[in-house]
């Protein structure tokens, strides 16, 4: 049996789906709230045998009553808000949770895989290298950020790396991200404000070597990130912490363009003030140096920005039915 914590939520339910491909029908989704909340619908299209909430899937695993019956865990679960500001709740539901689950997969010689983010990094002024002598100087812009730095370093520092894999998330856009309303993917709300008003809204720029819509993000399509997840899973000897992006930089006005295009509209692009809230922790760059990663022999050829909104929004957006 595998498990998928956050199996309900984006990435998890992709997750789920793409095991489903390979096969794998036997896997129980860990979330929270899930089936009163509208992320339900992202495991309507897929097969698993059951379904626990988080903390009670916690707590059983520790009991041991999962012992000699899980073979792998894909730790996907945990609150992703980056305006989340309870530290003590983000050390309780990430990093306290994460450790939790794999001190039970060492002791038990399994297979864990687990989301770390690209929110480590801050404002890159360090760069986004995933070589681990870097990771204890980074310093993330909000808690959220922290969370999942917290446990790269608690990792780290027991030597967990050369026994589980964990992945530095970068932007990742695509079918199965409508309940995450403001964390949604600016395709998703771009193509809602573009099919409701003909135009997009972008921020200004406040740095001069940043025009407006400028600002860069390493944008990765979802199915793309799976792929890369499923791969490690084959080939379990690949530990450590990786990035998991497409390599690139491309601006918010590359992104507009692409949903333009792929909505078959003109472009028509309003840049907007940035709310003060944002300002200070807004990261005008991001691009995931892959070469660790590659270095696995890992597949890093990536859907391009163009070709990944396409698909996203010609076959899901447009859709009556847009889950994966």
Aim: charged share 25%.
């Amino acid at each position: 049996m595998i498990v998928v914590t956050g199996g309900a939520g984006f990435i998890g339910s992709v997750l789920v789906w793409g095991l489903n491909k390979a096969g794998h029908k036997d896997l129980m989704v860990v979330d929270e709230n899930a089936k009163s909340s509208p992320k339900w619908n992202n495991l309507k299209n897929h097969a698993f045998e059951s379904y626990y909430e988080h903390g009670e899937f916690i707590e059983r695993l520790e009991k041991k009553e999962w012992n000699g019956k899980i073979s792998a865990i894909f730790h996907m679960g945990a609150c992703s808000s980056t305006t989340e500001m309870d530290k003590t709740y983000l050390k309780r539901n990430n990093s306290g949770y994460t450790e939790r689950i794999t001190n039970w997969c060492l002791e038990n010689k399994t297979y864990l895989s687990y989301a770390s983010s690209a929110a480590t990094y801050g404002d890159g002024e360090l760069g986004f290298s995933d070589d681990d002598a870097l990771t204890p100087k980074l310093k993330p812009l909000n808690p959220y950020g922290q969370s999942k730095l917290d446990f790269d370093i608690w990792a780290l520092k027991h030597g967990y790396e050369k026994k589980i894999t964990g992945f530095r998330f970068f932007n990742v856009y695509g079918p199965n991200e409508y309940h995450k309303e403001s964390m949604r993917s600016m395709v998703q709300k771009g193509f809602e404000q573009i099919q409701a008003t003909g135009k997009l809204k972008l921020f200004k720029s406040y740095k001069k070597e940043y025009p407006d819509g400028g600002q860069q993000r390493d944008f990765v399509y979802v199915k793309d990130v799976v792929n890369a997840m499923l791969w490690c899973y084959k080939n379990p000897s690949v530990k450590g912490i990786y990035n998991l992006g497409a390599g690139k930089a491309e601006s918010w006005n590359d992104l507009a363009e692409g949903i333009f295009k792929a909505c078959g509209k003109p472009k028509n692009i309003e840049y907007i003030d940035m709310p003060d809230s944002i300002k200070n922790q807004y990261q005008y760059f991001t691009k995931a140096d892959m070469t660790k990663l590659a270095k696995t022999g890992c597949p890093t050829s990536f859907e391009s920005l163009e070709a990944g909104i396409q698909d996203y929004v010609q076959n899901y957006l447009l859709k009556k039915d847009a889950y994966l």
